[in-house]
T-cell receptor, first 111, second 113 residues
Framework: SQQGEEDPQALSIQEGENATMNCSYKTSINNLQWYRQNSGRGLVHLILIRSNEREKHSGRLRVTLDTSKKSSSLLITASRAADTASYFCATDDNQGGKLIFGQGTELSVKP | KAGVTQTPRYLIKTRGQQVTLSCSPISGHRSVSWYQQTPGQGLQFLFEYFSETQRNKGNFPGRFSGRQFSNSRSEMNVSTLELGDSALYLC????????????FGPGTRLLVL
């Protein structure tokens, strides 16, 4: 079963706008990661935030983590058409190399 | 370093056949995890191998199996294929597989007719 729930399921914005995606999970975690997937290809790692961190930045990406609410958000600022992809959150589930993924948010950025 | 590679990239099989997929991890990575991605079920964990041992297994039938070699390369096998096995199979590698970033290959797209 999926650990994470993501919303929205789909998001359509114009270039230059910000995109925010949310993820909720069910159990305690060591960290939460965000991945991007272009058109049914492999996943590309974007950012990892540990359970003792509240916010992390990487370029145009900003991730927040609220362990009390078991939720995370990914903000992409000044979006570009090349950001069009599916975005997944994943948690570690305390079982070695096992990631549990949310259903993903499909982001479409129109030029 | 070269990334994670998977072969073949595309496969077409018929029901009842078996298939073997291969994954070469990033050099130095000892953990390899496998995932199945379908439109209906999303990304689901199949199993993880570390130092040639299966360390973790997802909720899949025994038709799905795997192994890891001493050079960390991994294979997964699906026997007696069913239509529902049509999916994108992704492998990912990491150094130790303990709550860390996983690096994914491009996937093998399997179509079962």
């Amino acid at each position: 079963s999926q650990q994470g729930e993501e919303d929205p399921q789909a998001l359509s914005i114009q270039e230059g706008e910000n995109a925010t995606m949310n993820c909720s999970y069910k159990t305690s975690i060591n960290n939460l990661q965000w991945y991007r997937q272009n058109s049914g290809r492999g996943l590309v790692h974007l950012i990892l935030i540990r359970s003792n961190e509240r916010e992390k930045h990487s370029g145009r990406l900003r991730v927040t983590l609220d362990t009390s609410k078991k939720s995370s958000s990914l903000l992409i600022t000044a979006s570009r058409a090349a950001d069009t992809a599916s975005y997944f959150c994943a948690t570690d589930d305390n079982q070695g190399g096992k990631l549990i993924f949310g259903q993903g948010t499909e982001l479409s950025v129109k030029p | 370093k070269a990334g994670v590679t998977q072969t073949p990239r595309y496969l077409i099989k018929t029901r009842g056949q078996q298939v073997t997929l291969s994954c070469s991890p990033i050099s130095g990575h000892r953990s390899v995890s496998w995932y199945q991605q379908t439109p209906g079920q999303g990304l689901q964990f199949l199993f993880e191998y570390f130092s040639e041992t299966q360390r973790n297994k997802g909720n899949f039938p025994g038709r799905f199996s795997g192994r890891q070699f001493s050079n960390s390369r991994s294979e997964m096998n699906v026997s007696t294929l069913e239509l529902g096995d049509s999916a994108l199979y992704l492998c990912a590698s990491s150094l130790l597989g303990e709550a860390e970033t996983q690096y994914f290959g491009p996937g093998t797209r399997l179509l079962v007719l």
